[in-house]
């Protein structure tokens, strides 16, 4: 059964920086390896969105909001990949979401909130 598994939320303040990972379970390390990953977030009365991407060939794109200050990277050995996020603002303030796009599946989501 495979399962993405999210850590690492948290209540940050404003300026803060906060790396969040997420680990594919039950998926071989060449299934993980060959596929685009994404991270979502979704913030009270909003709309889920995309915050960016990471091909398998590791070039990331980003939303938005989340050019410049956001870096998705991936660690293909430990079937994880990673959202760091600096300079947080309370807008960032979202339960956080990681994709495979490929066969839809999603992590169970964690909380970032960022007080100014």
């Known amino acids: 059964q495979v399962r993405l598994v999210q850590s690492g939320g948290s209540s940050m303040q404003a300026g803060e920086s906060l790396k969040l990972p997420c680990v594919a379970t039950g998926v071989s390390p060449d299934i993980f390896r060959a596929n685009t990953m994404g991270w979502y977030r979704q913030a009270p009365g909003k709309q889920r969105e995309l915050v960016g991407t990471?091909?398998?060939?590791?070039?990331?794109n980003y939303a938005g909001s989340a050019k410049g200050r956001f870096t998705i990277s991936r660690d293909n050995a430990k079937n994880t990949v990673y959202l760091e996020m600096n300079s947080l603002k309370p807008e960032d303030t979202a339960v956080y979401y990681c994709?495979?796009?490929?066969?839809?599946?999603w992590g169970q989501g964690t909380q970032v909130t960022v007080s100014s």
């Open positions: 994709n495979l796009a490929a066969f839809n599946y």
């Open positions: 990471i091909t398998s060939g590791g070039i990331a």
